[in-house]
């Protein structure tokens, strides 16, 4: 059965092309620092017809909505400049094979890995009293309704020194931290 709709497991196919695209999109990410159009596409395109598959109209709809889910929660983060256009893409694939209830969970199991990573990162790198900074001009900024990386472009994602992650890995371990927590088996109807 299609895993957002119903309160049972998710089917291990599910599970299974998951962790295919956000593995190979992690390697990609590490490697190269891009998350290839090809893999966010297929994997999205299975997940609908997987859905549709198991689910019919019903699953087609459940995974649409994710999709659009996974696009929504990253596309602000894109708008400023925090996230790249594969990490918005990767998180609508990982929408389109979970559904919108999922993809919203698991990516709040990211943020908060990635917070812990990025903390790590921020102390390793002794950039502390350059990040508190940098989230006090983003604040700043934002609240005037402009965009951060017009008055500072280091605050751009894409600047060579811009400290960052490959998100990819974040997603997968968020991606692994709700399955290994055997959270699908709670999912709200």
């Not at 997940?47 to 109209?57: L, R």
């Not at 929408?95 to 919108?100: E, F, L, N, Y």
Request: hydrophobic share 50%; glycine share 10%; with cysteine.
């Amino acid at each position: 059965m299609y895993a957002n709709t119903m309160a049972l497991p998710i089917p291990l196919s599910t599970c299974a092309l998951l962790m295919i695209v956000v593995i190979i999109a992690s390697v990609y990410d590490f490697r190269y620092r891009r998350i290839p159009n090809w893999l966010v596409g297929a994997g999205a395109f299975a997940g609908i017809v997987s859905n549709t598959v198991t689910s019919g109209w019903h699953g087609l709809s459940g995974s649409s909505l994710g999709l659009l889910t996974g696009f929504l929660l990253y596309l602000p983060l894109y708008i400023v400049r925090a996230r790249g256009g594969g990490d918005v893409k990767l998180l609508a694939a990982i929408g389109a094979i979970v559904g919108a209830w999922t993809c919203v969970v698991i990516t709040i199991f990211s943020a908060l890995l990635g917070g812990i990573v990025g903390l790590a990162l921020i102390l390793w790198k002794k950039r502390l009293s350059k990040t508190l900074l940098n989230v006090s001009v983003i604040t700043h900024e934002l609240l005037r309704r402009r965009m951060p990386y017009l008055v500072d472009e280091q605050l751009d994602v894409r600047h060579p020194e811009s400290l960052r992650t490959p998100h990819a890995l974040i997603l997968a371990s968020g991606c692994v931290t709700f399955l290994a927590l055997g959270l699908e088996g709670i999912v709200l109807k």
